[in-house]
């Protein structure tokens, strides 16, 4: 049977506004204990994920000012998903589409430099760019420093971090990445704030761009035609 896959939406909350600044798109799979995270992100047919962005930002439209996706580099180098990625644009204009760079391991390696023209292509049709889970395992300052001038946001993700933000060496490492931030005029969005205390920390640091469970968990968002899935 062929597996069924759809994108929630989890919220992105300016704090400042206290408004939904953007979405972003997970994917999940239909499974027999309900929807679930893919096992691999790497062994997802291309056209069916391609297809099925489509038919999602047509929905959504131009709800928000901001709606983000994430693509590995294996996919951005996929001329399907870049004619969809594309296409998808198109489909929410106002309303920017963000490409989300995940360090997802694909079977091929490519470097900064073997990026930069698509990035620069989705840029040129009204597209952002956004640096995921920076700070985390090999995604450090070196690693990003030669797509820093094509970003227009960051991703800092306390949920992988075990002792998140209640951890003095977080609140530093996060520290360093808003100082990158501040210096390239980047967006940083703050992920994974699970309660008040979190929040607050938040608060402290004048992070005003969130995402996490305490302001919104992912919600499904069915296609025309879906039955309604629990």
């Given amino acids: 049977m062929k597996p069924v896959y759809r994108f929630f939406v989890q919220p992105q909350i300016d704090v400042d506004t206290q408004t939904i600044y953007g979405y972003e798109l ?17 062994e997802l047919d291309t056209h069916e994920i391609a297809k099925l962005l489509i038919a999602t930002t047509k ?20 001329t ?13 204009y106002p309303t920017k589409l963000v490409v989300e760079l995940t360090e997802e391991k694909g079977p091929h390696k490519y470097s900064n430099y073997a990026l930069i023209p698509q990035l620069r292509n989705f840029m040129e049709h009204g597209m952002q760019i956004s640096l995921d889970d920076v700070g985390t395992g090999d995604n450090g300052l070196e690693s990003v420093r030669d797509l820093l001038p094509l ?10 971090f075990r002792t998140g933000i209640k951890d003095p060496n977080i609140r530093e490492k996060l520290r360093h990445w808003q100082d990158i931030s501040e210096k390239y ?7 994974g704030i699970e309660d008040q205390e979190d ?6 640091l004048q992070i005003n761009l ?8 992912p919600a499904l968002l069915p296609l025309p035609g879906d039955e309604k899935q629990n």
Avoid at 151 to 160: D, H, T, V
């Fill in 59 to 78: 929905i959504l439209g131009s709800k928000v000012g901001y709606c983000s996706v994430n693509i590995s580099r294996e996919q951005l180098m996929d």
């Fill in 80 to 92: 399907q998903m870049a004619e969809a990625i594309i296409k998808s644009q198109m489909q929410l």
């Fill in 185 to 191: 005029g980047l967006r940083l969005i703050l992920e």
């Fill in 26 to 42: 997970l994917i999940k799979q239909l499974t027999a204990e309900g929807w679930r995270l893919p096992e691999s992100f790497t």
């Fill in 210 to 217: 969130r995402q996490g469970y305490f302001y919104g968990k």
């Fill in 199 to 204: 929040a607050s920390m938040s608060d402290s």
């Fill in 151 to 160: 970003a227009s946001e960051m991703k800092f993700a306390l949920q992988n």
